[in-house]
């Protein structure tokens, strides 16, 4: 996407595309919950099995899982690039996290360096190193294509 003035905005797949930091949340803490919650739900079922009572395994188990997950979504939100900001030669990155709440401010910053490898392109803004998976960007070819050009103005 190209806007006024030379600036230009690539979305990812994972972009949440006006929805709430709840509801980005929610929907990034099922898959997590799911892997979380597996062992305990075998437990159970053993337990059962066995004719033993599974509550204890529920009451213990669910709670940590639960922890488990939400930690993990925490982590997994405030990491995954989901916007690109490119303007003359400075570039800024949201996450998730500060995508879903659009009026946090951008941070911007050179880009040191771009590696692109078959499938992936490794940048440098900064002292922050980034993958970028071409399987997640749309406009792949043009995303790249901009980095370069914003790495050779500066």
């Not at 949440?16 to 739900?41: D, E, I």
């Not at 939100?77 to 303007?87: D, G, K, N, Q, S």
């Not at 879903?100 to 940048?123: C, F, Q």
Request: hydrophobic share 50%.
């Amino acid at each position: 996407m190209v806007l006024a003035q030379g600036r230009q905005v690539y979305f990812s797949i994972h972009h949440p595309g006006g929805r709430s930091k709840a509801a980005v949340a929610g929907t990034a803490l099922v898959r997590p919950l799911g892997f979380c919650m597996l062992p305990v739900m075998i437990g159970a079922l053993f337990s059962m099995l066995q004719g033993f009572a599974a509550l204890p395994y529920l009451t213990l188990g669910f709670p940590i899982a639960l922890c488990c997950a939400a930690g993990w979504t925490w982590l997994h939100v405030r990491r995954l690039i989901c916007e690109i900001h490119i303007y003359d030669d400075s570039v800024a990155v949201r996450t998730l996290h500060e995508a879903a709440h659009p009026v946090s401010d951008i941070e911007w910053k050179r880009i040191l360096a771009i590696t692109t490898k078959a499938g992936h392109a490794d940048i440098t803004l900064g002292l922050t190193s980034i993958r970028l998976d071409q399987d997640v960007w749309p406009e792949w070819f043009s995303v790249v294509e901009a980095l370069r050009h914003a790495k050779n103005i500066g």
